[in-house]
C-alpha cells in the first residue's frame, strides 16, 4: 500500500513539475509581450509559490502577499495553498483526517 502512495506522490510531483513549467513559460511570454493585467500576472505566480523547506508562517506571508492581487479569495486561496504546502506535510494532514 505505501508503494501505491509512495508512486502516486511521485507521479503527482511529476505532473505539478509540468503544470509550473507551462505556467513559467506563459508568465514569460506574457511578461515578453507587455500583455497580461496585474491580477493574472498575480495568479501566475500564486500558482507558483511553493513551501519547500519554508516554515508554514513564511509560506503563509508569501502566499498573502501575492494573493491580495490576485482577486483570489477563499475556496480559490485555500485550494493553492494547499497546492504548495510541502507535500509531507499535505500528507501527514490528509492521512490524519482520514483517521478522524
Not at 509550473?20 to 493585467?37: P, R, T, V, W
Not at 507558483?48 to 477563499?74: D, H, P, T, W
Amino acid at each position: 500500500m505505501s508503494a501505491i502512495i509512495y508512486i502516486q506522490g511521485e507521479l503527482t510531483d511529476i505532473w505539478k513539475e509540468n503544470i509550473i513549467k507551462n505556467l513559467e513559460s506563459s508568465f514569460c511570454q506574457i511578461q515578453e509581450f507587455g500583455g497580461g493585467d496585474d491580477k493574472t500576472i498575480k495568479i501566475a505566480e500564486l500558482k507558483k509559490i511553493e513551501q519547500g523547506e519554508k516554515i508554514i508562517e513564511e509560506f503563509v506571508q508569501e502566499l498573502r502577499r501575492v494573493a491580495k492581487e490576485s482577486g483570489y479569495e477563499r475556496r480559490l486561496l485555500v485550494k493553492e495553498f494547499k497546492q504548495g504546502m510541502n507535500r509531507v506535510i499535505r500528507w501527514k494532514l490528509m492521512k490524519s483526517e482520514c483517521s478522524l
